[in-house]
């Protein structure tokens, strides 16, 4: 059974670095990823208005 968990999980590895080709690409799917995240998350917050928020009131230390 843990054999059979070994060769799963290494052609899981190995078919996922198919899928970049190099480390390069690894790299850059990963920027692209964050990319997609950055322009979600500004969507976000950009929609959000005063009513939206989570009720948490920070006071200035003086």
Do not use: W
């Not at 843990?2 to 670095?17: D, E, F, N, P, R």
């Not at 799917?29 to 928020?53: F, H, M, P, W, Y």
Request: aromatic share 0%.
């Amino acid at each position: 059974m843990k054999q059979l968990l070994k060769i799963s999980v290494a052609i899981l590895m190995i078919s996922g670095l198919a899928a970049c080709n190099t480390i390069s690409g690894l790299g850059q799917d990963l920027q692209n990823l964050g990319t997609v995240i950055d322009k979600n998350t500004a969507k976000k917050s950009d929609s959000k208005t005063e009513s939206d928020n989570s009720g948490v009131v920070v006071t200035p230390v003086k």
